[in-house]
C-alpha cells in the first residue's frame, strides 16, 4: 500500500524521526509537525488518510487534538501514549482514536497497526455496493456509513460502526470479544476483551440500549456479543 499521506503529530525529534522513516520506506508520503496547533492546521488543510498522535503534547494534549480534528468529519487516529493504565486507552478511544500505541513501540509494530488502520478503511470503503441492513427498527447502512434509529441518525466512531454491522449481519450469532478483536481491529490484544466491552457499552449508549432486556444487543457472559434475534416482537417491548 503505497502514496498515503500520513501526517504524524510528536514533540520529541528522535521518536519523531523514527516514526517518519519507518512509515516513509514502507512507501508512505510523511508529514511531522510537534504541535496540536500545526496538526489542526495541517489536518485543516492537506486532509491526510491517516493521523499519529502523540497523546502528550505540549500546551493543547493529544485528546484534545484528536477531538479538534474529528470535528468536521472523521479521520483515522493512531495515538501514541506513554501511559500504560487502560483508563488512558479508553478515554483514547472516546475522542475517536482508532487504536493507540504505547511507548516504547518498535517499529515494526508501528508499522503493522498503521497497515491493520488502512485495511480497515479500505474495507470500508468497499462496502460501497452492498444494501443497508435493518433490524427492528435500526438500520445499518454500510455505503454510507450510517445508522438511522427510526428517522434519528445515530452518530457512530468508524470502530463502533464496524462492531455494530458485524453483529447486525447475523442476528442470533453469537461472536465472540476475539472474533470482534480480528475482525474489526485485525489483531489481538492483551486488552482486547476490555477494549471490546467499552466499544460495546458506548454503541449501547448511543442507542440508548442499556435496559435490562436489550433491544438490540445482548451480552452472551463469559462469551460475547449476539445481535437481537427479530421474532416479530416489538423492539421496544410491548406493541
Ligand atoms: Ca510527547
Same mark, same amino acid.
Given at each position: 500500500?503505497? *502514496? ?24 508512505? =508520503? ?10 489542526? %492546521?495541517?489536518?485543516? !488543510? ?12 505540549? *500546551? ?28 488512558? !486507552? ?18 515494526? %509494530? ?38 438511522? =434509529? ?9 470502530? %463502533? ?10 442476528? *442470533? ?34 442507542? !440508548? ?18 445481535? !437481537?434475534?427479530?421474532? *416479530? ?7
Amino acid at each position: 500500500m503505497t *502514496g498515503r499521506d500520513i501526517l504524524v503529530v510528536e514533540d520529541e525529534e528522535d521518536i519523531a524521526e523514527a516514526v517518519r522513516a519507518r512509515l516513509a520506506s514502507e512507501g508512505y =508520503r510523511v508529514r511531522v509537525v510537534s504541535d496540536g496547533p500545526q496538526a489542526i %492546521e495541517a489536518v485543516a !488543510k492537506e486532509r491526510p488518510d491517516l493521523v499519529v498522535l502523540d497523546l502528550m503534547l505540549p *500546551g493543547m494534549d493529544g485528546l484534545e487534538v484528536c477531538r479538534e480534528i474529528q470535528r468536521d468529519e472523521w479521520i483515522p487516529v493512531l495515538m501514541l501514549t506513554a501511559r500504560t493504565d487502560e483508563a488512558d !486507552k479508553v478515554a483514547g478511544f472516546a475522542v475517536g482514536a482508532d487504536d493507540y500505541l504505547t511507548k516504547p513501540f518498535s517499529s515494526r %509494530e508501528l508499522a503493522a497497526r498503521v497497515r491493520a488502520i488502512i485495511r480497515r478503511m479500505e474495507r470500508i470503503s468497499g462496502m460501497a455496493a452492498t444494501e443497508p441492513i435493518t433490524r427492528f427498527d435500526l438500520t445499518v447502512d454500510a455505503a454510507r456509513r450510517r445508522v438511522l =434509529r427510526g428517522d434519528e441518525e445515530i452518530s457512530l466512531t468508524p470502530l %463502533e460502526f464496524e462492531i455494530l454491522l458485524a453483529l447486525a449481519r447475523s442476528p *442470533g450469532v453469537v461472536l465472540s470479544r476475539d472474533h470482534l478483536m480480528d475482525r474489526v481491529w485485525g489483531y489481538r490484544d492483551y486488552a482486547g476483551g476490555r477494549v471490546v466491552d467499552s466499544h460495546v457499552a458506548r454503541i449501547r449508549r448511543k442507542l !440508548k440500549d442499556e435496559a435490562a432486556e436489550p433491544n438490540y444487543i445482548r451480552t452472551v457472559h463469559g462469551v460475547g456479543y449476539a445481535f !437481537k434475534e427479530d421474532d *416479530g416482537s416489538s423492539p421496544h417491548g410491548g406493541r
